[in-house]
């Protein structure tokens, strides 16, 4: 009889415990998903970057700005870039000018 019962206990926890993995990396991937999308709103909706993205030198301004918010929303990188995919900013300064790698979404894709 306890033999039957650890037959059928047995793959009854693996079971809950695989249940449990899966759904923890799901929460985990929709939080970043949802904070990274609440950081690039949060930046995009800042004052001063719309008109900063249409001035001559928009790295004067959104290369600070970005960095403060990379600092304060505790993120790995705020990176803005022209429509071509050129970077504007980035927290490593000598990448600043250069194609943001990877495919970019267009800037639709992040409107709330």
Do not use: C
Not at 8 to 27: D, E, G, K, W
Not at 63 to 77: C, F, L, N, T, W
């Amino acid at each position: 009889m306890f033999l039957l019962q650890v037959v059928v206990a047995v793959p009854l926890i693996a079971a809950t415990i695989v249940v449990l993995v899966v759904q923890s990396q799901h929460n985990a991937t929709a939080e970043a998903r949802d904070r990274s999308l609440s950081v690039a709103v949060a930046f995009r909706d800042a004052p001063g970057t719309a008109a900063a993205m249409q001035s001559a030198h928009p790295t004067r301004v959104l290369q600070p700005s970005s960095e403060k918010m990379r600092e304060d929303a505790h993120v790995g990188y705020v990176v803005a870039f022209d429509p071509k995919g050129i970077r504007w900013s980035h927290p490593d300064p000598s990448r600043i000018g250069g194609h943001v790698t990877g495919a970019p979404l267009p800037a639709h894709a992040f409107r709330p």
